[in-house]
């Protein structure tokens, strides 16, 4: 079992809709997540952090955290075209900041 | 502008020969590190640095050196390269050393060992 878990896609949403992707980790110890975006080539960038359980938003962005259940999600709003990008899963300890990270979801807006 | 720079960016190479591929921050970053990505396989650890004289072995450690002399520089060395360590690498730094640090990425660097 890979620690982060993502699916590859790719998800293929219409332009304005919801993109909903998903992750899930397997070390109970993580206490922080992030989310990167990547355009093919560039470096990744991240998007949003999220910390405590519940929900965090962040204009289009909204992050959810589950810890009991293991699984952190981000919901895009409004997808535009430029969202068109691979959406990396990171998940870290409080302690020594390793950075472990999905194989991410590659998401496809499409007009 | 705060950046994390990397050079070069493209390299080919053969297998054998010596090589280095730069890392510097000018954010006065405490922790860097170097990734490598691979399709497939995503984004894995390769070394990091918690501080200047401080550094340790990350997911993928084998064929790797590193040193932190200087804060803002963390170069990565390739003794003698292989072609399994043709890849996309990223170095990446922090402000601090907890797991709460946001980490910022390189521009990266494609490598092709021939």
């Known amino acids: 079992q890979k620690e982060v878990e993502q699916n590859s896609g790719p998800l293929s949403v219409p332009e304005g809709a919801i993109a909903s992707l998903n992750c899930t980790y397997s070390d109970r110890g993580s206490q922080s997540f992030f989310w990167y975006r990547q355009y093919s080539g560039k470096s990744p960038e991240l998007i949003m952090f999220i910390y405590s359980n519940g929900d965090k938003e962040d204009g289009r962005f909204t992050a959810q955290l589950n810890k009991a259940s293991q699984y952190v999600s981000l919901l895009i709003r409004d997808s535009q075209p430029s969202d068109s990008a691979t959406y990396l899963c990171?998940?870290?300890?409080?302690?020594?900041?390793?950075?472990?990270f999905g194989g991410g979801t590659r998401v496809l807006v499409k007009p | 502008e705060a950046q994390v720079t990397q050079n070069p960016r493209y390299l080919i190479t053969v297998t054998g020969k010596k090589l280095t591929v730069t890392c510097s921050q000018n954010m006065n970053h405490e922790y860097m590190s170097w990734y490598r990505q691979d399709p497939g396989l995503g984004l894995r650890q390769i070394y990091y640095?918690?501080?200047?004289?401080?550094?340790d072995k990350g997911d993928v450690p084998e064929g790797y050196k590193v040193s932190r002399k200087e804060k803002r520089n963390f170069p990565l060395i390739l003794e003698s390269p292989s072609p399994n360590q043709t890849s996309l690498y990223f170095c990446?730094?922090?402000?601090?050393?907890?797991?709460?640090?946001?980490?910022?990425f390189g521009p990266g660097t494609r490598l092709t060992v021939l």
């Open positions: 640095s918690m501080n200047v004289e401080v550094t």
């Open positions: 990171a998940v870290n300890k409080a302690a020594g900041n390793k950075l472990t």
């Open positions: 990446a730094s922090s402000f601090g050393t907890s797991g709460y640090n946001e980490q910022f």
